[in-house]
Nanobody, 126 residues
Framework: EVQLVESGGGLVQAGGSLRLSCAAS????????IGWFRQAPGKEREGVSC????????PYSSSVKGRFTISSDNAKNTVYLQMNSLKPEDTAVYYC???????????????????WGQGTQVTVSS
C-alpha cells in the first residue's frame, strides 16, 4: 500500500522557519518524483516544488524560490521541504505527492501525481 505521510507543520511567526517531512512507503522510491503542493482556504492548490532523485532536478514556484529548499534522503525514503523567511501568505495545508518518473526531471503540476498525503497545516502569523 502506497503511503505518503507529512509532518512538521505548525504555527510560526513571519520570518521564521519550518521543515516539513514526507515519509514515503509502498513503492520504489528511486522510481518516483515527489512534489510539495499547498492549498490555502478559498484558493486553488499550488505546486511548490518537486524533486527527482538521482538526477537532482528541483524546480520551484516563483512564490517560494530562494526561500524554500527541497531535498531527499533516499536511505530514509523521505523528502524534506525547508521553509525559511516565511510569510503570512505561505499559510496553507501542505501536501506531498508522488508519481512514477517519466524521464529526466519532475513537474510541479498536480495532474502528473498519482499518490497524495493527508496534508499538514502551516500557519504563519504576522
Amino acid at each position: 500500500e502506497v503511503q505518503l505521510v507529512e509532518s512538521g507543520g505548525g504555527l510560526v511567526q513571519a520570518g521564521g522557519s519550518l521543515r516539513l517531512s514526507c515519509a514515503a512507503s509502498g513503492f520504489t522510491f528511486d522510481d518516483y518524483a515527489i512534489g510539495w503542493f499547498r492549498q490555502a482556504p478559498g484558493k486553488e492548490r499550488e505546486g511548490v516544488s518537486c524533486i527527482s532523485s538521482n538526477d537532482g532536478d528541483t524546480p520551484y514556484s516563483s512564490s517560494v524560490k530562494g526561500r524554500f529548499t527541497i531535498s531527499s534522503d533516499n536511505a530514509k525514503n523521505t523528502v524534506y521541504l525547508q521553509m525559511n523567511s516565511l510569510k503570512p501568505e505561505d499559510t496553507a495545508v501542505y501536501y506531498c505527492a508522488a508519481y512514477r518518473k517519466l524521464g529526466y526531471g519532475c513537474f510541479i503540476s498536480s495532474r502528473f501525481y498519482e499518490y497524495w498525503g493527508q496534508g499538514t497545516q502551516v500557519t504563519v502569523s504576522s
